[in-house]
């Protein structure tokens, strides 16, 4: 294949993200790569998804720590890989972000639904309470992630 002709790969989550993983494994390194305010932002989502493919809790505890970073890009992408990969670790650092009304509108958005996909039921009091949520796209997300869970509670076997 020329290189005109490659393009992105499907990650082992079946997402086509907007940066490869990055080569690094080591999880201290990626989590001083994520941290960086300095290093450029492709970089740091390099190590989000490494971090991601790695699936240990260190990982998820890495990728908590990640919101403290001032891009609401790179906190969005966070939220997001926490529902790829359904650690209910990340549970508690979701609920709070959620609940942060500061916090920027995407980000919010995407710890509501990421918080469906990891399927914890303990997230439900704070799905509903936001359900009122002045922004749509934050009362939406929670709309979809309560009925997801719903869902998952139905005695049928699930198969999609
Ligand atoms: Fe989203």
Redesign the pocket.
Known sequence: MSIADRVPGVSEYGSVDPAPPSTESDISELRKTLLDEDTKMFERMRAVFSLRNNRSSQAVSALCEGFGASSALLR?ELA?VLGQMQDNLAVPTLMQVLSNETEHV?VR??AA?ALGAIGDRTARPVLEKFLADPLPEVSESCEVALDLLSLCDEPTEIDW
């Open positions: 969005h997001y995407m958005h995407e639904e």
